[in-house]
């Protein structure tokens, strides 16, 4: 038997982070373009011409993210990224060892907690 690749393991419930952050935002997607069909049918049907240029089904793409998905979505790839390099459980910033009781909670840990309190003190024009 080989013994189990704990980076195995960090790499699923990545996916699986990355899954939980774009499921709710497709599902929205498709909620909001039925909504939004029936609302044009509703109010512009007898002037067409005042009515807003009909969206064709894409141009709602990347917009919909909020900023914090967005971010999520960035640590979450950088984090994959990470362990492609081997460098995942690495401190970015110090380079120390995160442990695994931080990484179990947020496997997308950057930062040691040490590093990560003093950047989120920092104002964030200053963050690098
Ligand atoms: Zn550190």
Known sequence: MTQPDPTQDHRQRLLAQRAAV???????RAER??????????????????APAPVAGDGDGES???????????DIAAALERLDLGTYGQ??????????????????????????????QLPPFVRA
Do not use: F, M
């Open 22 to 28: 774009l499921a709710p935002l497709s599902a929205q």
């Open 33 to 50: 373009k039925r909504a939004d069909l029936a609302h044009t049918a509703d109010a512009h049907v007898d002037r067409p011409e005042d």
């Open 64 to 74: 919909a993210l909020t900023e914090r998905e967005t971010a999520a979505l960035g």
């Open 91 to 120: 401190c970015t910033d110090c380079g120390g060892a995160l442990s695994s009781v931080r990484l179990q909670a947020l496997p997308e840990a950057a930062r040691c907690i040490a590093c990560q309190e003093r950047a989120e």
